[in-house]
T-cell receptor, first 114, second 115 residues
Framework: AQSVTQLDSQVPVFEEAPVELRCNYSSSVSVYLFWYVQYPNQGLQLLLKYLSGSTLVKGINGFEAEFNKSQTSFHLRKPSVHISDTAEYFCAVTRSGGYQKVTFGTGTKLQVIP | ETGVTQSPTHLIKTRGQQVTLRCSSQSGHNTVSWYQQALGQGPQFIFQYYREEENGRGNFPPRFSGLQFPNYSSELNVNALELDDSALYLC??????????????FGQGTRLTVV
């Protein structure tokens, strides 16, 4: 079984400042890792994914994440945030090779302050 | 816009009633997964359907059941509703082939309130 821990429930950051949202995972098998964003009263939108290969993954809206197998982490970063980035962000994991069950973290609310 | 549509968008039911939620998957996708997202929580996997058969189930009681139709659309049925069933129910559509299942696309969800 896999599990995900998002270390921060809320992250306030000023507009144009950098941000890092932290995610650690646990699994006894190889995994795929994802970051999703959820705007109020909306579904989930995929920001980026790590399946294999380069550990630095670039996604939409200027976000990127780095897979660190030794630290079992997959932190999300953006060098300069915008007001429109205010949303909830979910880290997720699934066993590699399939999407049968995706396990999500509890989410991090990113609040961008003007 | 993912092409995954869910209906209805909002629903209010009374404890003990039954509810059916619907999901139309994205064109070309043959796999549908359902998730429950309680307020302030991450989504929890309920089950997945592939080729009209249940293909994996999370830790949910049997009163949560589903169907997948030949056109790959899906229904989630919940019997004997409880107050704790109040949540956003998300449907995710994906394509399963010989190399496994590819990325899932989520619908906007159905907000169920049980009173």
């Amino acid at each position: 079984a896999q599990s995900v821990t998002q270390l921060d429930s809320q992250v306030p950051v000023f507009e144009e400042a950098p941000v890092e949202l932290r995610c650690n995972y646990s699994s006894s098998v190889s995994v795929y890792l994802f970051w999703y964003v959820q705007y109020p009263n909306q579904g989930l939108q995929l920001l980026l994914k790590y399946l294999s290969g380069s550990t630095l993954v670039k996604g939409i809206n200027g976000f990127e994440a780095e897979f660190n197998k030794s630290q079992t982490s997959f932190h999300l970063r953006k060098p300069s945030v915008h007001i429109s980035d205010t949303a909830e962000y979910f880290c997720a994991v699934t066993r590699s090779g399939g999407y049968q069950k995706v396990t999500f973290g509890t989410g991090t609310k990113l609040q961008v302050i003007p | 816009e993912t092409g995954v549509t869910q209906s209805p968008t909002h629903l209010i039911k009374t404890r003990g009633q039954q509810v059916t939620l619907r999901c139309s998957s994205q064109s070309g996708h043959n796999t549908v997964s359902w998730y429950q997202q309680a307020l302030g929580q991450g989504p929890q996997f309920i089950f997945q359907y592939y080729r009209e058969e249940e293909n994996g189930r999370g830790n949910f009681p049997p009163r949560f059941s589903g169907l997948q139709f030949p056109n790959y659309s899906s229904e989630l049925n919940v019997n004997a509703l409880e107050l704790d069933d109040s949540a956003l129910y998300l449907c995710a559509s994906s394509s399963t082939g010989s190399t496994g299942t590819a990325e899932a696309f989520f619908g906007q969800g159905t907000r169920l309130t049980v009173v």
